[in-house]
């Protein structure tokens, strides 16, 4: 007789390349039916399996009878968290799925792994500036970063990420620096930030910039379009960092340049297993920032090649200027 296994999952959790699912039935599992779900079900019959991966809602709050409570971190208002027993009931569901419903899966939990990072950081928006550029920012010495990478761009310039537009006050502007700007956010929230910003900044109000809302992985413009492309303290938040990288190399000319200023594992081997060991605490109180992702390695997956990196604050900060390869 065919027997039937139905799993089902919602997608959660700040860091997509360790996507988290909620496994109804699973031990130290937890079903939230407040965002994306689905449900994957395994069908036998002798040595024969069929897979079928199905959208549903999942109960709004259960727990297994016999499981015990799982640890759950917060990212905000309980909208993006992480726990490590729904990560091993990934891999239960994928080692029953098989290859076509892993693969739907995987896009199901991307998806809504950006969709939760849009929700969190459209509610951080009107206080952003108080993390991103605040006393501890400035103490740090990041101000004086900022403006040493943004003096280095020219030409049409995309900045990933923009967020509130903290960065626009940086640039050096005119025709021989910077002559018009893309800044481009996966928040409206944030956006909206970035538009008052500008409105209210004589300087930035007569300058060209456009700003839109956007996929930072997924990038709605040419290739060999802009001559540089910029990202600060952004690539630690990402879903998909190495995505976004190779959409920079896309858009960016030949000729061009990648300016980034990043978090990364420290070149230190004390310092980053120190890393390592609070990754998980720091992305809970910093609004999901990876501080221990290794940049370098990052950019030549991606096909971009560094021309000069600075390290600061112990190697974990990094000043990068990049070519294609």
Not at 31 to 47: D, F, I, P
Not at 52 to 81: D, E, I, Y
Not at 242 to 268: I, K, Q, T
Request: charged share 15%; proline share 4%.
């Amino acid at each position: 007789e065919p027997s039937t296994t139905d799993l089902s999952f919602r997608a959660y959790g700040s860091d997509s390349r360790y996507p988290a699912v909620a496994v109804e039935g699973m031990p130290h599992a937890y079903m939230r039916g407040q965002h994306a779900c689905g449900s994957l079900t395994s069908t036998s019959l002798g040595h024969h399996t069929h897979h079928q991966l199905s959208c549903g809602r999942a109960p709004a709050l259960t727990k297994p009878a016999s499981s015990k409570t799982c640890g759950v971190t917060s990212l905000t208002n309980n909208r993006a968290s992480s726990c490590a027993a729904s990560r091993r009931a990934l891999l239960v569901s994928i080692a029953i799925g098989g290859s076509t419903a892993v693969q739907q899966l995987h896009a199901r939990a991307h998806a809504a792994d950006k969709q939760l990072v849009k929700e969190a950081y459209d509610s951080f928006a009107p206080t952003y500036d108080q993390l991103d550029g605040g006393g501890v920012a400035s103490a740090l010495g990041f101000d004086g970063l900022r403006e040493q990478l943004l003096s280095q761009a020219q030409g049409s310039v995309l900045e990933i990420a923009v967020g509130t537009g903290l960065n626009l006050q940086h640039y050096s502007w005119g025709e021989q620096r910077v002559q018009q700007l893309i800044g481009l956010d996966l928040s409206a929230g944030m956006l909206s930030q970035a538009r008052a910003r500008v409105a209210a900044t004589p300087a930035l109000a007569q300058q060209q910039i456009t700003l839109m809302q956007a996929d930072a992985g997924a990038l709605p413009l040419e290739s060999d379009s802009l001559d540089t492309v910029v990202d600060t303290f952004s690539l630690c938040v990402m879903t998909d960092p190495a995505a976004v990288l190779r959409e920079m190399a896309r858009v960016v000319r030949p000729e061009g340049r990648v300016l980034l200023l990043e978090h990364s594992r420290s070149d230190n081997l004390l310092l980053a297993a120190y890393q390592d060991a609070t990754a998980s605490t720091v992305a809970a109180s910093s609004k999901g920032c990876v501080w221990n992702q290794d940049v370098p390695v990052l950019l030549a997956a991606a096909g971009l090649r560094p021309v000069r990196i600075e390290r600061h604050v112990g190697g974990t900060v990094l000043l990068v200027e990049a070519v294609r390869m």
